[in-house]
């Protein structure tokens, strides 16, 4: 049973037409972040929200920005996609306080930037 | 910067065979270190996971060796199979100081199990 679902798997996208990806997730988790992945590459995080508690990266660029209305959801916003911003773009959830604070990440949506 | 070292890169290993993948550390500080598996297409999977005041950690054909004075840990995968075949990450998780724990992940060693 997936626990930390992405939406879409696949997004095609204009150079510079916003996009929208989505994170839910069924585990109550308090934590949600959004990592960036390129090819062969490890994750690199973007920015995550403890509870209503937005922090971001010093290196994220502005053109990334996130909303998490409840719980549940969390919302990666990219303003003006450019064709250097195709990438794996991995959500993850974790319960801070917990004795491990283990990540669970979702299958990810692939950007494509035309 | 808080860095994790990885290596190698890149391992063939043969059906059977076993496949270790080192990682170093410089913090100090870090509270867990997780071993992620990513099939291409997939987002990384927990593995095995341990913990700094344990020296190993067995689940099924995955261990984890920990050397906490040398800063250095590893996994090992007995009876590798072609199932196995997929990039590998290890990390060290601590604390941000901003409400959560932060991963720091190595750059990944992609391994091939070849029958």
């Known amino acids: 049973d997936a626990m930390v679902i992405q939406n879409p798997r696949y997004q095609v996208t204009q150079f510079g037409k916003p996009v929208t990806l989505s994170c839910s997730q069924t585990l109550n988790h308090n934590v949600m972040y959004w990592y960036q992945q390129k090819s062969s590459q490890a994750p690199k995080l973007l920015f995550h929200?403890?509870?209503?508690?937005?922090?971001n990266e010093a290196d994220t660029p502005d053109n990334f920005q996130s909303r998490r209305p409840n719980t549940s959801f969390c919302f990666l916003d990219i303003r003006s996609p450019g064709l250097g911003d195709a990438a794996m773009y991995l959500c993850?959830?974790?319960?801070?306080?917990?004795?491990?604070?283990?990540?669970?990440f979702g299958a990810g949506t692939r950007l494509s930037v035309l | 910067q808080q860095q994790v070292k990885q290596s190698p890169q890149s391992l063939i290993v043969q059906k059977g065979g076993i496949s270790i993948i080192n990682c170093a550390y410089e913090n100090t500080a870090f509270d867990y270190f997780p071993w992620y598996q990513q099939f291409p297409g997939k987002g990384p999977a927990l593995l095995i996971a341990i913990r700094p005041d344990v020296s190993e950690k067995k689940e099924g054909r995955f261990t984890i060796s920990f050397n906490k004075s040398a800063k250095q840990f590893s996994l090992h995968i007995m009876d590798s199979q072609p199932g196995d075949s997929a990039t590998y990450f290890c990390a060290a998780l601590g604390d941000s100081g901003a409400g959560s724990y932060q991963l720091t992940f190595g750059k990944g060693t992609k391994l091939s199990v070849i029958p």
């Open positions: 929200y403890y509870d209503k508690d937005f922090n």
């Open positions: 993850a959830t974790s319960r801070f306080g917990t004795s491990m604070n283990i990540q669970y």
